[in-house]
């Protein structure tokens, strides 16, 4: 399993990310050729990686030269250009989840319906590339787990097209929800918004490098050289055995204790079918000895607003808490097996090389059911004696 630990002790912006990935050893026709896909202008802009020093510590510095007025975009528009590219589905997936968190973060932040989001410095040119950039580096080292340790907050203000913010900026600020972060460097703008994204969309959370062999070591250079510490992203590139899978969650929850049942049944469908891992009731007994439930939403990170938006939508909840979650998962595997009563799809449950199970599907099942006219159960046990563990 590949794994890529971002130390991001003096912080983290797009070129820098891009810039540390090239010292991995990520060729730059990866990168300028697949900002290449994109629809803009090639006079436009201009690509260059240099080699540079922060405080005595030699890194790269990807450079992005751009017409000095850009146009300003909207987050549908840059999410459909994307989409509309060449570029390989696992790029555009990637650059497309770094987009949607941060243009979350942004209609959070300015309250404004997520595609109407008006992207200033963050939707030019340099930004794009930056991402896309990332994108295509990522995917070019085959990468299965991103890693993060703390980001530094920072102090200070920053100007942006909306004038003097304080540091972290508002949107950066939202993206840095359920990431470790520390107060350690100085004043001044650590972690920019692309950044930030680029992390809250990608990496799990983390307190300590993760267990791995380093294989290789990446330093990107941001544009600023700041006194107390050298301002360089530094990435570790390192492999460890294919084991337990890992993740993160966000975990959603909810008392309700004056809420008509029929409808309760009707929300747990919506709430799937609008991307949570499950969701499910607990009974509770609360104050005034009411019989309430609870509602418990597994989600993924970048599913959250969307679907805590739903449930105080749906439900008469006034309010949500969340909360984030690692995983340690077996690895799994969808296949289809050959049996006695025809094809069968299954979830083949892995530790690393061992399989530990073999799943049947419960719609595959159902459907041999109706068909053979045969008890469910007798089903299941006639698909699991013959696919057994292999």
Do not use: W
């Amino acid at each position: 399993m590949k794994v890529l630990y971002f130390d991001c002790f003096a912080g983290i912006a797009g070129d820098m990310t891009v810039a540390a990935l090239l010292d991995l050893g990520v060729p730059f026709a990866v990168v300028s050729e697949a900002v290449a896909c994109l629809p803009l202008p090639p006079s436009s802009y201009e690509l260059a990686v240099e080699r540079t020093s922060r405080r005595g510590i030699a890194a790269n510095r990807f450079v992005v030269r751009v017409e000095e007025h850009q146009p300003h975009r909207h987050y549908a528009g840059i999410a459909a250009m994307i989409e509309a590219s060449p570029l390989a589905a696992g790029v555009k997936e990637t650059a497309q989840r770094i987009f949607f968190r941060l243009a979350e973060a942004e209609a959070k932040v300015h309250g404004v319906a997520l595609d109407l989001v008006h992207f200033h410095e963050v939707g030019a040119v340099d930004s794009i590339v930056d991402i896309v950039g990332t994108a295509a580096a990522l995917d070019h080292l085959g990468i299965d787990v991103i890693e993060t340790g703390p980001l530094p907050l920072g102090g200070g203000f920053v100007e942006t097209a909306h004038g003097l913010l304080p540091v972290p900026a508002p949107a950066t600020a939202e993206l840095l929800r359920g990431l470790p972060v520390h107060g350690a460097a100085g004043e001044g703008e650590r972690v920019t918004p692309t950044g930030a994204a680029i992390v809250a969309a990608l990496a799990t959370g983390v307190a300590q490098p993760p267990a791995m062999t380093v294989s290789g070591i990446g330093y990107g250079a941001g544009s600023k050289d700041f006194s107390d510490l050298p301002n360089v992203l530094r990435l570790f590139l390192g492999e460890r055995p294919a084991a337990l899978d890992r993740d993160e969650v966000r975990v959603i929850e909810t008392h309700l204790d004056d809420m008509n049942p029929e409808v309760l049944g009707f929300v747990l469908e919506r709430l799937l079918a609008a991307g949570a891992l499950d969701a499910a009731f607990s009974p509770l007994q609360m104050k005034k000895n009411r019989p309430a439930v609870r509602l418990t939403v597994i989600a993924p990170p970048e599913r959250l607003e969307t679907l805590a938006a739903l449930i105080l939508h749906e439900t008469t909840a006034i309010g949500v808490r969340h909360y984030p979650v690692a995983r340690l998962k077996l690895l799994r595997q969808e296949e289809e097996r050959d049996t006695s009563l025809g094809s069968v799809r299954v979830k083949v449950l892995r530790d690393g090389e061992a399989v530990v199970r073999v799943v049947p599907e419960y719609e595959s099942c159902r459907q041999i059911a109706e068909r053979c006219r045969l008890p469910l159960l007798e089903v299941y046990r006639i698909v699991e004696g013959e696919v057994g563990r292999g």
